[in-house]
RNA sequence: GGGGACGUAGCUCAAUUGGUUAGAGUACCGGACUGUCGAUCCGGUGGUUGCGGGUUCGAGUCCCGUCGUCCUCGCCA
């Protein structure tokens, strides 16, 4: 061992003890006659003490230098504890200084209290990883992954690994393929989620199976999206999905206590319907740790005669609001043009209706004039007006009123903070709808996948009954959601072929279709298919928020840029000719820019 | 694919309406200093203002294109 202590653990109890520490400098402080340097590993920062006898090989060392320090623990003099460090009672006066490995000179240092920009960190990840944030949170991300273990191990669960080379399917998002040299002109798929073989081991009896499981997506990144992401993935066999909530909610408060030290807020996580949701927050993800809830407006505006309403409310669309109470000083004008356009150019409405309080209690704005004074009354009522309140109002289709209300919603409370960012606010959506309409193509499409069980009350509105209505069936599925993120989600599987054809039917898939894409699934189905349900936690996402963060980046140590590049390894790159030739693979760009030369 | 923000020294940033030789902190190099801890003090090196065009007497600043990073809409069963 090149060290006996760490640089985070030496307290004045080891005082007199001879120590050897290795780490990196973090920085040097030189006075002539004594020196100090703060050596820094992961665990901390310790002070070292040179006297004149190393000061010319001290005076050599730069920030990010390798040493190993051999010492004796002292007490600092007194009046000099630094009580900003953990450490801070004690140095090492150091009797030997090994020069381990020089640095190149950095083009960062992680101590600085700036953060590089984005480029920067990702081209140097190794010295943004040095950064004490960074280590917390991969410490954090290894916490959450060893108390799921435990605890999925302690409920009897295996875990077992599947195939990252599968098969590729047409739904859901677009794969990243992976040529085959032995059948050439045929792919591979990396997995979206082992959804598929999870479901193929429950058949095969293991009736409870879990996996940290790395899935791929070819969409475009976001803040909280990344093309490569990790779930903690599970399927159980004989349960329902009150199991699988039982299950999680478990799993939730285990983190919750052994890896933040806190209880989940109220007695037990709390439970919303989709359509509940979609009416009270416009969203399937709510964040719950502030109000400011939809109202909806629509009755009232079929009695004006102001047109943007009444046509609205007339031809079927929705009046909602949000009452942003006490923040009508605090938007200007230009500041609700600013917030006009963005809904227009974000969510495609055709703007933002907004009336304010005035200090005698009464509506005012520019709509005001629209209005009765009795309408004025009872809109004000509808929304609680109270003196300084800020009224905005989405006048489209239900779908348009959600996304613009939810939008603005979430921006006014960022605005106003009226989120306390240490809440950790969890609730279960429940009861989604089996199917969307996808007007482009004039089909249904499923809206979590083709193999999610229907709730059994509304199994009767399927095809080929006379009360067939696609729509109105809700399916056996449950998003776990914590502070207006989905983090996780799951349903009941279908384990009968009947209904499983029926639901192919409904999508539009013929028999022979299904059984091309999914034939080995449903083949398995018939041997004896147990009654089972599962779930996925986005593990990056649980991170990301138990770290407070607000970004997947920070979660994840070697991260992809938003055009999926890896800046460190220069990832994507061409690869040589001679290797397309044994793929049989020929790009139609021009050959310099994607091949290596 | 669409919209927006940003790109100036190795790093973090500044530079008035388009106007002198593009500045500061830090890092780096040299020097001073025996209790500092983001050490301090003195001096120094360091710039094709992402790249390519254009407008102008004059462009870091304005216009067009392009590349990159971030945010976002579409997309993500």
Redesign the pocket.
């Known amino acids: 061992m090149l060290r006996s202590k760490t640089c985070g653990e030496i307290r004045a109890e080891h005082q007199g003890q001879a120590v050897t520490l290795a780490g990196w400098v973090?920085?040097?402080?030189?006075?002539?006659?004594?020196l100090?340097i703060?050596l820094r590993d992961r665990y901390g920062l310790t002070?070292i003490?040179f006297?004149?006898s190393l000061a010319d090989t001290v005076?050599s060392l730069?920030?990010e230098d390798v040493v190993q320090i051999e010492g004796t623990v002292?007490l600092?003099?007194e009046g000099?504890?630094?009580k900003?460090?953990p450490t801070?009672e004690i140095?090492v006066?150091a009797e030997k200084l090994t020069i381990l490995n020089r640095t190149a000179?950095?083009?960062?240092?992680p101590?600085?209290?700036?953060?590089?920009?984005?480029?920067?960190r990702?081209k140097y990840r190794y010295l943004d990883l040095r950064r004490p944030a960074m280590q917390k949170t991969l410490t954090l991300r290894h916490r959450i992954c060893k108390v799921a273990r435990d605890y999925f191990d302690e409920n009897g669960f295996v875990e077992v690994e599947t195939p990252m080379l599968g098969k590729s399917?047409p739904?859901?998002?677009?794969d990243y393929l992976v040529p085959s040299r032995v059948a050439q002109g045929q792919f591979y798929a990396l997995p979206?989620?082992p959804?598929?073989y999870k479901q193929i081991l429950m058949i095969a009896g293991y009736d409870r199976y879990f996996q940290i499981a790395r899935c791929f997506?070819d969409?475009?990144?976001?803040?909280?999206?990344q093309p490569e992401f990790t779930q903690l993935d599970l399927e159980m066999s004989f349960v329902d999905s009150e199991d699988i909530i039982g299950m999680i909610s478990g799993l939730v408060e285990r983190l919750m206590k052994e890896v933040l030290g806190r209880e989940i807020k109220g007695d037990k996580i709390p439970r919303m319907c989709y359509d509940e949701a979609m009416e009270r927050f416009g969203h399937d993800a709510p964040d719950l740790r502030f109000g400011m809830e939809l109202i909806d407006l629509t009755d009232i505006a079929k009695e004006v005669e102001f047109r943007v309403f009444r046509g609205v409310a007339d031809s079927g669309g929705r009046i909602r609001a949000i009452n942003a109470k006490g923040a009508a000083e605090k938007y200007s004008r230009k500041d609700i043009d600013g917030l006009n356009n963005w809904v227009i150019?974000?969510?495609?409405a055709k703007g933002v209706a907004w009336l304010k309080v005035d200090t005698d209690g009464k509506l005012a704005g520019p709509i005001a004039k629209n209005f009765t004074e009795e309408q004025l009354d009872k809109i004000a009522k509808r929304v609680g007006a109270e003196k300084n309140d800020f009224i905005l109002f989405s006048a489209d289709t239900f779908s348009v009123t959600c996304?613009v209300l939810n939008?603005l919603r979430r921006r006014l409370a960022a605005e106003l903070k009226l989120i306390n960012p240490n809440e950790m606010n969890f609730c279960w959506i429940v009861k989604f709808p089996m199917f969307?309409w996808d007007a482009e193509e004039k089909r249904w499409?499923?809206?979590?996948?083709?193999f999610t069980a229907p709730l059994t009350q509304d199994l009767h509105h399927l095809a080929g009954t006379p009360d067939s209505n696609p729509g109105a069936i809700r399916a056996q599925a449950y998003d776990l959601v914590l502070n207006g993120f989905e983090v996780g989600g799951g349903t009941v599987r279908i384990h009968d072929s009947e209904t499983q054809s029926k639901v192919f039917d409904l999508l539009g898939l013929s028999l022979e279709t299904a059984k091309q894409q999914f034939g080995f699934l449903l083949e398995a189905l018939q041997f004896g298919a147990p009654p089972h349900a599962g779930i996925a936690l986005g593990l990056d996402r649980l991170v990301m928020l138990f770290g407070g963060l607000d970004?997947?980046?920070d979660c994840i140590a070697f991260?992809?840029?938003?055009?999926a590049?890896d800046?460190m390894t220069g990832a994507p790159s061409p690869v040589a000719t001679k290797q397309l030739d044994e793929l049989a693979i020929k790009t139609t760009l021009k050959p310099n820019d994607t091949v290596a030369r």
């Not at 973090?26 to 004594?34: A, K, P, T, W």
């Not at 150019?345 to 495609?348: C, R, T």
């Open positions: 973090d920085s040097v402080r030189d006075h002539s006659g004594i100090f703060n002070q003490v006297s004149q005076r730069h920030p002292q600092r003099p000099i504890v630094n900003k460090i801070g140095e006066k000179v950095v083009p960062f240092q101590s600085a209290p700036e953060v590089p920009a984005e480029e920067t990702l399917t739904e859901g998002a677009r979206q989620s959804q598929l997506r969409e475009d990144l976001r803040a909280d999206r150019e974000q969510f495609g996304k939008g969307d499409v499923a809206m979590h996948h083709p970004n997947i980046r991260p992809k840029t938003a055009k590049a800046l």
